[in-house]
T-cell receptor, first 115, second 113 residues
Framework: QQQVKQSPQSLIVQKGGISIINCAYE??????FPWYQQFPGKGPALLIA?????SEKKEGRFTISFNKSAKQFSLHIMDSQPGDSATYFC??????????????FGKGTRLSVIA | KAGVTQTPRYLIKTRGQQVTLSCSPI?????VSWYQQTPGQGLQFLFE???????NKGNFPGRFSGRQFSNSRSEMNVSTLELGDSALYLC????????????FGPGTRLTVL
């Protein structure tokens, strides 16, 4: 019930292309879906997050698409750049009045953007 | 605003020893969460402290413990270290309410020999 499944494990994209990472969750109580970016030797950094009241959220080149009925959400990176090469994690949690439940993370996707 | 600080950054211990890791959250944040990151298991939640009280706990053995001080700084302790405890230990700071966006520190890399 607590799992978040992320795919693919690794992804190679040409510079300027679109990177797409998918996640699926099981717990219908989840209502907060963040994406994190992690570079080697660094902690994960919050990239963008979405709540289920919208189906899409865009921030610069990064877009989250959310499908509540399918219990799936995805990250699209437009015009991918070599500097985007990192590991990306999706996560999910349930927001309560006293803060959210612990984040449940996907296993991560290692993205390599090649010139 | 200063980010999340974790000390030490690297640690080498031997089996059976104990270790204490420290985390200083972003100023004004009252919640500190700890995660273990390994290549095989990914990011796994250890526990969360909010206003000096443990608010959530993950599925880890009792050898893993933590605490939070009145200034919101947090420590985690691992006793009787095992080889499998080798990991990157990450601390995340958040306000503790609402969307509760979590901001991660750089982590402490623990190696158990």
């Amino acid at each position: 019930q607590q799992q978040v499944k992320q795919s693919p494990q690794s992804l190679i994209v040409q510079k300027g292309g679109i990177s797409i990472i998918n996640c699926a969750y099981e717990n219908t109580a989840f209502d907060y879906f963040p994406w994190y970016q992690q570079f080697p030797g660094k902690g994960p950094a919050l990239l963008i997050a979405i709540r289920p009241d919208v189906s899409e959220k865009k921030e610069g080149r990064f877009t989250i698409s959310f499908n509540k009925s399918a219990k799936q959400f995805s990250l699209h990176i437009m015009d991918s750049q070599p500097g985007d090469s990192a590991t990306y994690f999706c996560a999910a949690a349930h927001i309560t009045d006293s803060g959210n439940t612990p984040l449940v993370f996907g296993k991560g996707t290692r993205l390599s953007v090649i010139a | 605003k200063a980010g999340v600080t974790q000390t030490p950054r690297y640690l080498i211990k031997t089996r059976g020893q104990q270790v204490t890791l420290s985390c200083s959250p972003i100023s004004g944040h009252r919640s500190v969460s700890w995660y273990q990151q390994t290549p095989g298991q990914g990011l796994q939640f250890l526990f969360e402290y909010f206003s000096e009280t443990q608010r959530n706990k993950g599925n880890f053995p009792g050898r893993f413990s933590g605490r939070q001080f009145s200034n919101s700084r947090s420590e985690m302790n691992v006793s009787t270290l095992e080889l499998g405890d080798s990991a990157l230990y990450l601390c995340a700071s958040s306000s503790g309410t609402g969307d509760n966006e979590q901001f991660f520190g750089p982590g402490t890399r623990l190696t158990v020999l």
